[in-house]
Antibody
């Protein structure tokens, strides 16, 4: 059974870089059948797609965040990562990693999410 | 960006009654070459990640009870729960995957 698990600091200071990792078990991140994505949910609010990447390393991002976001792959560890630079309080959210089908970006599998608070 | 608007924002339904949630997209999410609607529905219970209920507007995921159904095409979609059960209390989201950036509706909170 596929499992995704987010990890990373729960508290980040304003203007610093938020860094999260998603560890995938029960399946290979190197499969050509899937994309791997990040979605976030501010407290009490809805869902926002951040970006996704393919096993080849190709990425696509939400333009609203593109200038600050990097998603990368570590196939040796079966992990992918998210970095958001220059964070503000508006980046406070639960961050989810998820898997979508190749070419069809609905998300079939989700991690449990990790809460990140931006505060000094 | 394609804007997804759900209605209502919240809904209270009695046990055993029908619940209907609507989702409207600012442009069509029907891809003419394959006649498929690039629309998904999710259920999110408190403290949990979203769970995919439907893809392609009405293709039910394995394990989703058949009291749940999805319908609609183009810009107007509906999620229906035919006979509400206590475990269906959740927030429901639609999502379009027709074009990037992929966008979600604001959510509909379903209560008893």
């Amino acid at each position: 059974q596929l499992q995704l698990q987010e990890s990373g600091p729960g508290l980040v200071k304003p203007s610093e870089t938020l860094s999260l990792t998603c560890t995938v078990s029960g399946g290979s991140i190197s499969s050509s059948r899937y994309y791997w994505g990040w979605i976030r949910q501010p407290p009490g609010k809805g869902l926002e797609w951040i970006g996704s990447l393919y096993y080849s390393g190709s990425t696509y991002y939400n333009p609203s965040l593109k200038s600050r976001v990097t998603i990368s792959l570590d196939t040796s560890k079966n992990q992918f990562s998210l970095k958001v630079s220059s964070v503000t309080a508006a980046d406070t959210a639960v961050y989810y990693c998820a898997r979508s089908q190749s070419d069809y970006d609905y998300f079939s599998y989700w991690g449990q999410g990790t809460r990140v608070t931006v505060s000094s | 960006d394609i804007l997804m608007i759900q209605s209502p924002d919240s809904l209270a339904v009695s046990l055993g009654e029908r619940a209907t949630i609507n989702c409207k997209s600012s442009q069509s999410v029907l891809y003419s070459s394959n006649n498929k609607n690039y629309l998904a529905w999710y259920q999110q219970k408190p403290g949990q990640p979203p769970k995919l209920l439907f893809s392609w507007a009405f293709t039910r995921e394995s394990g989703v009870p058949d009291r749940f159904s999805g319908s609609g095409s183009g810009t107007d979609f509906t999620l229906t729960i035919s006979s509400l059960q206590a475990e269906d209390v959740a927030v429901y989201y639609c999502q379009q995957y027709y074009s990037s950036p992929y966008t979600f509706g604001q959510g509909t909170k379903l209560e008893i």
